[in-house]
């Protein structure tokens, strides 16, 4: 483990110095786009007005025979727009693959300072992390980039979740985290074919009543991995997501998983069709009634201390706390939606 003093120099000669406080920044959907397809890029203009991320998508999903346009089609992508408020990632093959290398070196000095976070998939601890950092800030120098490129890990393999902390804690790059069901399931040997949400058969069921009737409850597969992920991002600083729900036609059960995730401390999720960008923004932008509510506990709270009692709730500096979750986050929603900044009164 690096030392503290160290952590926070660059890992190259010229390379950008990393950032001690992380950018705030609005995500609540990673939109994933197929650079590899031109009708899908000719949409990018349109899109980064309306998504938070655009992510060209490298990784799984891209046919083994069409990687090279995907590398060719997301630089060409990141070249012809302007990004703005708008964030610009991509999802790197994995690093055992025979793309990954090709990616970035080929990315980063075509891109530059433009490319604000690279996903890297499969991650299983901090040796991967590491391995990035040092290559990224390799190619930060050589570039002449200005701001360091951030890392975002997927947990999608069973040592990945059980080396989470320490992938947290790998490098001041680290942005944050997405948990990847469908490898996950595979990995962990789970019996399942769905690309995230729940599974009927996963289920408790109650007691029986007189008559002999039961009830099976239908669980949640992923709460102990979101979980996990929500304490080992929060603890050091960076952000939770909750990864790909692969059923485009079942828009109330995406919108539950989402809004789980939400509940758990997640700020954003993948949106993989364009149905699912509206979802994710109704789900991860905080509901209006609750805004009220949080503004005026911290009006009647100013420093945060004592208690208060509101429309007969008891409320003191935990609920403050909590409050200032929400209104943080309302007034960060508010800088980039106008039509919820005049809903929201900020």
Same mark, same amino acid.
């Given at each position: 483990?690096?030392?503290?003093?160290?952590?926070?120099?660059?890992?190259?000669?010229?390379?950008?110095?990393?950032?001690?406080?992380?950018?705030?920044?609005?995500?609540?959907?990673?939109?994933?786009?197929? !650079?590899?397809?031109?009708?899908?890029?000719?949409?990018?203009?349109?899109?980064?007005?309306?998504?938070?991320?655009?992510?060209?998508?490298?990784?799984?999903?891209?046919?083994?025979?069409?990687?090279?346009?995907?590398?060719? =089609?997301?630089?060409?992508? *990141? %070249?012809?727009?302007?990004?703005?408020?708008?964030?610009?990632?991509?999802?790197?093959?994995?690093?055992?693959?025979?793309?990954?290398?090709?990616?970035?070196?080929?990315?980063?000095?075509?891109?530059?300072?433009?490319?604000?976070?690279?996903?890297?998939?499969?991650?299983?601890?901090?040796?991967?992390?590491?391995?990035?950092?040092?290559?990224?800030?390799?190619?930060?120098?050589? *570039?002449?980039?200005?701001? !360091?490129?951030?890392?975002?890990?997927?947990?999608?393999?069973?040592?990945?979740?059980?080396?989470?902390?320490?992938?947290?804690?790998?490098?001041?790059?680290?942005?944050?985290?997405?948990?990847?069901?469908?490898?996950?399931?595979? $990995?962990?040997?789970?019996?399942?074919?769905?690309? =995230?949400? =729940?599974?009927?058969?996963?289920?408790?069921?109650?007691?029986?009543?007189?008559?002999?009737?039961?009830? *099976?409850?239908?669980?949640?597969?992923?709460?102990?991995?979101?979980?996990?992920?929500?304490?080992?991002?929060?603890?050091?600083?960076?952000? !939770? /997501?909750? #990864?790909?729900? #692969?059923?485009? $036609?079942?828009?109330?059960?995406?919108? $539950? %998983?989402?809004?789980?995730?939400?509940?758990?401390?997640?700020?954003? *999720?993948?949106?993989?069709?364009?149905?699912?960008?509206?979802?994710?923004?109704?789900?991860?932008?905080?509901? !209006? %009634?609750?805004?009220? /509510?949080?503004?005026?506990?911290?009006?009647?709270?100013?420093?945060?201390? #004592?208690?208060?009692?509101?429309? =007969?709730?008891?409320?003191?500096?935990?609920?403050?706390?909590?409050?200032?979750?929400?209104?943080?986050?309302?007034?960060?929603?508010? $800088?980039?939606?106008?039509?919820?900044?005049?809903?929201?009164?900020?």
């Amino acid at each position: 483990m690096k030392t503290p003093s160290a952590f926070y120099k660059p890992l190259a000669i010229g390379a950008p110095l990393p950032f001690r406080e992380r950018p705030v920044t609005l995500e609540r959907m990673i939109h994933f786009v197929p !650079p590899h397809v031109e009708k899908m890029r000719a949409k990018v203009p349109d899109l980064i007005s309306k998504v938070d991320v655009v992510l060209g998508n490298l990784e799984d999903a891209i046919p083994a025979d069409a990687k090279t346009d995907a590398r060719r =089609g997301f630089i060409q992508m *990141a %070249q012809d727009n302007e990004f703005g408020a708008t964030g610009l990632w991509t999802r790197v093959n994995c690093l055992n693959s025979p793309w990954f290398l090709d990616d970035l070196m080929e990315i980063v000095p075509a891109v530059g300072d433009k490319l604000d976070v690279v996903m890297l998939p499969k991650v299983e601890g901090a040796w991967d992390i590491h391995y990035l950092d040092q290559l990224l800030a390799q190619l930060e120098a050589k *570039a002449g980039l200005t701001k !360091p490129i951030m890392i975002h890990a997927i947990l999608e393999t069973a040592e990945g979740v059980k080396n989470v902390e320490e992938i947290a804690a790998a490098s001041p790059r680290m942005h944050g985290m997405s948990l990847g069901p469908a490898d996950l399931a595979a $990995s962990r040997g789970m019996k399942t074919t769905r690309v =995230g949400g =729940g599974h009927p058969d996963y289920a408790v069921l109650s007691d029986g009543a007189q008559d002999g009737a039961r009830t *099976a409850y239908q669980q949640d597969l992923w709460h102990y991995t979101v979980g996990k992920m929500v304490d080992a991002c929060l603890s050091y600083g960076l952000k !939770p /997501f909750y #990864g790909p729900f #692969g059923d485009f $036609s079942d828009m109330a059960a995406c919108e $539950s %998983q989402f809004r789980n995730a939400f509940l758990m401390g997640c700020l954003g *999720a993948w949106s993989l069709h364009p149905t699912q960008i509206d979802i994710a923004k109704k789900v991860f932008s905080p509901d !209006p %009634q609750e805004v009220a /509510f949080a503004k005026r506990i911290l009006e009647a709270m100013p420093d945060g201390t #004592g208690a208060v009692m509101i429309d =007969g709730k008891m409320q003191d500096d935990a609920t403050w706390k909590q409050a200032k979750v929400i209104v943080d986050l309302a007034k960060l929603v508010a $800088s980039k939606d106008r039509e919820l900044a005049a809903v929201y009164g900020l």
